[in-house]
Nanobody
Framework: QLQLVESGGGLVQPGGSLTLSCAGS????????IGWFRQAPGKEREGVSI???????NYADSVKGRFTISRDNAKNTVYLQMNSLKPEDTAVYYC????????????????WGQGTQVTVSS
């Protein structure tokens, strides 16, 4: 059974950094597109970044130049390095997996983790 577990969230000051991890089990992540998404209170879930099986990546305009997605196939884990964090980055961050996706649309992903809270505040 495909499972995803996020970790690494927490409280960070504006301008700080965090690295989120998405550990997969029950499947080989390298064969899937893995995406990071976030949902702030009162807002819809939005795509942050995706990484394909070939290592190709895509980012939302709001995080380009600040966030980096990567994968460690040996650990069956995908990471989201977040730098220069802003208060508007505060949200629950989710990772998701699917086989045939090229977009940042949450509706295109069908397997989800439980999420990890990221709070950016002084």
């Amino acid at each position: 059974q495909l499972q995803l577990v996020e970790s690494g969230g927490g409280l960070v000051q504006p301008g700080g950094s965090l690295t989120l991890s998405c550990a997969g089990s029950g499947f080989t992540m390298d064969n899937y597109v893995i995406g990071w998404f976030r949902q702030a209170p009162g807002k819809e879930r939005e795509g942050v970044s995706i990484i394909g099986s070939g290592g190709n990546t895509n980012y939302a305009d709001s995080v380009k130049g600040r966030f980096t997605i990567s994968r460690d196939n040996a650990k069956n884990t995908v990471y989201l390095q977040m730098n220069s964090l802003k208060p508007e980055d505060t949200a629950v961050y989710y990772c998701a997996a699917d086989e045939w996706v090229v977009s940042l649309s949450p509706a295109d992903f069908h397997s989800w983790g439980q999420g990890t809270q990221v709070t950016v505040s002084s």
